[in-house]
């Protein structure tokens, strides 16, 4: 099957650089994939595509008013391997990052030492457009503000880890992780014999245990998901979610804020709401605070979240902790507020706010990724190495007009593994965001949703433009068959 496979430069997962050996712990796996042989994996690909659509799993693009904007989530069947040994250490990382954030946002939010002492500019904090100046002095249980958090995670051209960006605010992609195992397990059963997989399929129980811990005055919170509506991108993955936890999919007109409380209207009358998983962007959680002509939120809310008698996940004013300028500070946060060095390090960062930065990018544009600071889904972005003249020239005025919008970093080679795309084999750049749960305890999805760059020799894995994705292994190394291991060739 792999014949004709040829590594890109940089780290291929399944493949020892310049060779065609494979490396720990993935010659079974490449033997298991050669008994299905190229023909069957082609059939199955094409059977997965019909199994998600079926089972409803598809996004809506940006241009939702166009016919054909409703897709499935590309799916490919060759599944990403991280032995166990490895990911505790990235566990560590993740838990690591996201105590410092959330010490920082309570900090900033409340009595602001971080800033006081020189590690963060006030200039840098008050000019995001995701810093909520009406969430200072609010607290929150157990000091937590990202209680679902995905983190993108990148494996560089030497193999080592790096953090990508912080995914704070409504951090979406779960329901395609989870439906991913599912597809594999029903079409390729096969691959998964003599092998010791960490399961997911516990991710909403967990999620659920997360949601309730929110609510420490009550016994059995009353929970519910709130969703901006059916033409939402992610609408698919907001019911999902609803439903494999068993609580109601609201909308902002379903409730209602009365007697310091907020209550769900339903056919039985009304019923007090404890917490509130919000799918909604900050601006439209409560027009009497912020955008006064949204029909999305709830007018109250912020009264009521102040007072300590509903939860919100995540909280308002995280969104300060996605701005990619915030970002390059967090290493500083960890040394600062936890006294520790960081377990996974950031991808170096240039911050065209300060001039010495501003000038380096300016003169090599052509060789840098510029990212707009508040942008996502692979919008507001420049690759220098594939663009333009003309966007050069564009970019090189937007960061002279505006030069706190934009952050620039290294063309990184990402890693790559196999993928089947368009009837072949060839190397895809890939990502990985894996899922940390932060109520009362913590809890980290082994794996997580590893996004695929489906176009050859693309560096950009989202959905929008033309990104897929694949299942991730957590695999204990420990629990191999011996057959198998004597099938190995290492590297």
């Given amino acids: 099957m792999f014949t004709d496979y040829r590594p890109s430069v940089g780290y291929d997962?399944?493949?020892?650089?310049?060779?065609a050996r494979p490396r720990?712990?993935?010659a079974p796996l490449l033997s298991s994939l050669g008994q299905i042989g190229l023909p069957e994996l082609k059939r199955n690909h094409a059977s997965a595509s019909h199994l998600l659509r079926r089972l409803g799993a598809t996004f809506r693009l940006n241009d939702s008013g166009q016919e054909g904007s409703e897709r499935i989530l590309p799916f490919d069947p060759l599944p990403r391997l991280i032995a166990l040994s490895e990911w505790k250490t990235l566990e560590q990382g993740l838990l690591q990052r996201l105590e410092a954030i959330d010490c920082f946002l309570a900090d900033v939010y409340g009595s602001q030492l971080i800033i006081r002492d020189g590690i963060v500019d006030r200039e840098d904090l008050e000019s995001s457009s995701g810093w909520l100046p009406q969430m200072q002095g609010i607290e929150l249980p157990f000091n937590r503000w990202c209680h679902i958090s995905g983190l993108d995670l990148i494996r560089d051209g030497n193999g080592h880890w790096r953090v990508l960006e912080d995914n704070l605010r409504c951090p979406s992609g779960v329901a395609y992780f989870l439906e991913n195992r599912r597809v594999m397990k029903r079409l390729f059963p096969s691959l998964f014999?003599?092998?010791?997989?960490?399961?997911?399929d516990d991710y909403p129980s967990h999620l659920f245990r997360t949601l309730q811990d929110l609510a420490p005055w009550s016994d059995s919170p009353q929970v519910v998901i709130l969703t901006p509506g059916v033409m939402n991108s992610a609408y698919f993955e907001h019911s999902y979610l609803a439903q494999?936890?068993?609580?109601?999919?609201?909308?902002?007109?379903?409730?209602?804020?009365?007697?310091?409380?907020?209550?769900?209207?339903?056919?039985?009358?009304r019923r007090r709401v404890d917490v509130i998983y919000r799918r909604i962007d900050d601006d439209f959680l409560?027009?009497?605070?912020?955008?006064?002509?949204?029909m999305l939120g709830v007018s109250g809310l912020m009264d009521v979240l102040r007072q300590g008698r509903v939860s919100i996940a995540n909280a308002p004013g995280t969104g300060v902790a996605d701005d990619k300028l915030i970002y390059a500070h967090v290493p500083a946060m960890i040394r600062y507020y936890l006294g520790e060095e960081p377990v996974i390090e950031n991808v170096h960062t240039y911050l065209c706010a300060r001039s010495k930065d501003r000038q380096f990018v300016l003169d090599n544009l052509e060789h840098l990724v510029v990212k707009s600071v508040a942008e996502a889904g692979g919008y507001g972005m420049l690759i220098g190495p594939q663009a333009s003249r003309s966007e050069l020239a564009d970019f090189d005025s937007k960061i002279r007009e505006n030069p706190r919008n934009f952050i620039a970093q290294p063309t990184l080679q990402l890693s790559t593994v196999p993928s089947l795309s368009e009837g072949e084999l060839y190397p895809c750049h890939v990502d990985l965001r894996p899922y940390v749960l932060r109520g009362q305890s913590n809890w980290v999805s082994p794996g997580g949703l590893t996004r695929v760059a489906l176009k050859r020799g693309s560096l950009v894995v989202n959905s929008s433009q033309g990104g897929g994705c694949k299942d991730t292994w957590i695999l204990d190394e420990q629990r191999v068959t011996t057959e198998k291991k004597k099938e190995a060739v290492l590297c």
């Fill in 13 to 19: 997962e399944y493949f020892c650089s310049g060779t």
């Fill in 24 to 26: 720990k712990n993935l």
């Fill in 193 to 200: 014999e003599g092998r010791t997989v960490k399961p997911i």
């Fill in 244 to 269: 494999q936890m068993g609580i109601p999919l609201v909308e902002g007109r379903d409730l209602i804020c009365e007697d310091n409380s907020v209550w769900m209207r339903s056919t039985n009358g």
């Fill in 286 to 294: 409560d027009p009497t605070v912020f955008r006064r002509d949204s």
